[in-house]
């Protein structure tokens, strides 16, 4: 199984930096993801690491250290269209299924303040 | 074109009724996922379809019923549902199912009364 820890909400203002957090503990450990989702809207994918290092898309970027069992999405140049939900997800093998499977955090809630 | 589509948006049903949730995508991924969300709180797993087969059933009661009839689309039948399985239940593809990358669909948002 899996345990994915993230904060439940963060506040930031418009143009800063945002750091969201993520630690987890799985086994058989194949990636871990980034979603948005903006409230009554379906999850939209934001990043993917599954080797140790950072990850930069645009204005997001997201770090992974597979020893510490840690994640990090980075969000620059904040927008008021930012303020959502970031969900953290683990991707493991299920035991005795062939198949991934992800798990998701509970979500960080992002407020976004002029 | 990278679209999921769910039908219906909303459902509204009694315990007695039987209803069918219909997911598609023409991206010709070969993975396909039911997930439920209740309101704040993040997406479970409930099953995983992998070449067509059922790969994983995460312990969802049997009034759930998967139904993959081909590559394109994913059915979720419900049956004799109770007030606690209302939620938002969202479709996602991936290529394969080694994939990293799924695409959610809108989702069906269902209440049972």
């Known amino acids: 199984g899996q345990n994915?820890?993230?904060?439940?909400?963060?506040?930031?203002?418009?143009?800063?930096?945002?750091q969201i957090n993520c630690t987890y503990q799985t086994s058989g450990f194949n990636g871990l993801f980034w979603?948005?989702?903006?409230?009554?809207?379906?999850?939209?994918?934001?990043?993917?690491?599954?080797?140790?290092?950072?990850?930069?898309?645009?204005?997001?970027?997201?770090?992974?250290?597979?020893?510490?069992?840690?994640?990090?999405?980075?969000?620059?140049?904040?927008?008021m269209k930012d303020s959502a939900s970031y969900l953290c997800a683990v991707r493991d093998l299920a035991s005795g299924a062939g198949s991934y499977q992800l798990t998701f955090g509970k979500g960080t809630k992002l407020s976004v303040i002029p | 074109d990278t679209e999921v589509t769910q039908t219906p948006k909303h459902l509204v049903m009694g315990m007695t009724n039987k209803k069918s949730l219909k997911c598609e995508q023409h991206m010709g991924h070969r993975a396909m996922y039911w997930y439920k969300q209740k309101a704040k709180k993040p997406p479970e797993l409930m099953f995983v379809y992998s070449y067509e087969k059922l790969s994983i059933n995460e312990s969802v009661p049997s009034?759930?019923?998967?139904?993959?009839?081909?590559?394109?689309?994913?059915?979720?039948?419900?049956?004799?549902?109770?007030?606690?399985?209302?939620?938002?239940?969202?479709?996602?593809?991936?290529?394969?199912?080694?994939?990293?990358?799924?695409?959610f669909g809108p989702g069906t948002r269902l209440t049972v009364t």
């Open chain 1, 4 to 18: 994915i820890d993230q904060p439940t909400e963060m506040t930031a203002t418009e143009g800063a930096i945002v």
């Open chain 1, 35 to 79: 979603y948005q989702q903006h409230a009554g809207e379906a999850p939209t994918f934001l990043s993917y690491n599954v080797l140790d290092g950072l990850e930069e898309k645009g204005r997001f970027s997201s770090f992974l250290s597979r020893s510490k069992g840690y994640s990090y999405l980075l969000l620059k140049e904040l927008q």
């Open chain 2, 63 to 103: 009034r759930f019923s998967p139904e993959c009839p081909n590559s394109s689309l994913l059915n979720l039948h419900l049956h004799a549902l109770q007030p606690e399985d209302s939620a938002l239940y969202l479709c996602a593809s991936g290529g394969t199912p080694d994939a990293y990358e799924q695409y």
